[in-house]
């Protein structure tokens, strides 16, 4: 076998393209060239756009109404979600079909480990053509696929090889491809934590890299300095925990409460959303799962029910976050009328051990997590809702 220069990049991260957007113009080939947005109706936010809207500045998780003012001639078509998990399936089977080794990131992307199936199948950039070539016969959408020896790096090169691309980058030109990038474009690098680098000098990924490990971690704290010189350099993970969504017991969990009396006051809704939180994320804990998405849904007095999600950018199974994301959610509904029910749901679940997650530079190594499992230690041993949030002691459930 002649090496391409792949043979020590066994580890593939294939991501579809505008995934939503495309799946939803595949029997739309007039609007190939036209300016599409998925979703962003009325007061409704973009679940994706396709390129031609993205030139224009239009991204996913944009309300629509600043969508329609950067893009006033896009064309909004209704996202058809049985659709989008057909072929979601579809294209994991396509993968496992390559190897056993998958490790599903989220509906529109996946790791995959291809060393068993070299011989077989070729040397890894070769296997990379076969998932794209098959991807865009079998399902008429096209998917950009990045190879390296880790999962960070495999991540970063599909990224930088979109739209409908590949990009290898071998272990020893780590420096030469990924050190003069932005530090941002590290894997679970958010723009938070890319602000905080930047504030103490680190611009570039070679900077960082650069940067004793020693000292990195006393500045940064040892957890986040141990990981971002991992990933500075390429040696953070490097095997897979397979993964398909419906080997798992649920893809989601969620909670509601009605109300008693119909509700107007904001301050009553987000402590009933952090019990709803509460409850959902202990019941998450307890499966070992964790998720991305966080849904809510709102019913009101007159029965018209809503909801709303947003996607974060790592799996989470703590109160606080899925609680922040819950509120944030409710605070940008501007509907005056009183609210009957409330619920709250985390989608998108996967087992907790397999769940990469970047901390923050600057958290502490001790939070909110470890906080959350001390709290269902002692219910445990004392009884569920033995210690909760002090808002929770605050006034009876309406």
Not at 49 to 70: D, F, I, K, Q
Request: aromatic fraction near 4%; proline fraction near 6%; charge should be positive.
């Amino acid at each position: 076998m002649i090496d391409d220069g792949s043979l020590g990049c066994p580890i593939l991260h294939v991501d579809m393209d505008a995934f939503y957007a495309s799946v939803a113009l595949r029997d739309r080939p007039e609007l190939r060239d036209v300016p599409v947005i998925v979703g962003g109706g009325h007061r409704g936010v973009v679940l994706s756009a396709n390129y031609p809207a993205r030139e224009r500045g239009v991204r996913s998780g944009m309300s629509g109404t600043e969508a329609r003012r950067l893009c006033p001639e896009a064309v909004r078509l209704s996202p058809d979600f049985g659709d989008f998990e057909t072929v979601s399936r579809s294209v994991m089977e396509t993968f496992r079909s390559i190897t056993p080794l998958v490790e599903a990131y989220s509906l529109d992307e996946a790791f995959l480990d291809v060393s068993g199936a070299v011989r077989r199948l070729g040397t890894p950039l070769q296997i990379a053509e076969l998932v794209r070539a098959r991807i865009h016969d079998e399902q008429r959408i096209t998917c950009s696929v990045g190879l390296a020896r880790t999962v960070s790096v495999a991540k970063l090169a599909s990224r930088r090889a979109k739209p409908d691309g590949v990009l290898v980058v071998p272990a020893d030109r780590i420096e030469e491809m990924v050190h003069p990038l932005d530090v941002g474009e590290l894997f679970g690098v958010g723009p938070k934590t890319r602000a905080k680098l930047r504030k103490i000098g680190l611009v570039t990924v070679g900077d960082v890299a650069r940067m004793p490990a020693e000292t990195l971690r006393h500045v940064v704290g040892a957890a986040a300095g141990h990981q971002l010189h991992q990933l500075a350099w390429g040696t953070d993970r490097r095997t897979l925990t397979p993964r398909r969504a419906d080997d798992d017991p649920e893809r989601s969990m969620g909670s509601e409460e009605t109300f008693g009396r119909d509700v107007a006051d904001p301050a009553v809704i987000h402590r009933e959303l952090l019990r709803l939180a509460s409850r959902v994320t202990a019941r998450m804990r307890r499966a070992g799962m964790a998720g991305r998405t966080v849904a809510i849904r709102v019913r009101y007095a007159d029965f018209t029910t809503i909801t709303r999600s947003h996607t974060l950018p790592d799996p989470t199974d703590t109160t606080a976050e899925v609680h922040a994301t819950a509120v944030r959610l409710f605070d940008a509904l501007t509907d005056p009328r009183r609210i009957r029910l409330v619920g709250v749901r985390v989608e998108g679940l996967r087992p907790r051990a397999g769940a990469h997650r970047q901390g923050l530079l600057g958290e502490r190594e001790h939070g909110w997590p470890e906080a959350d499992r001390a709290i269902d230690q002692v219910g445990m041993r004392f009884g569920r809702g033995a210690v909760r949030p002090a808002t929770l002691f605050a006034g009876d459930r309406p």
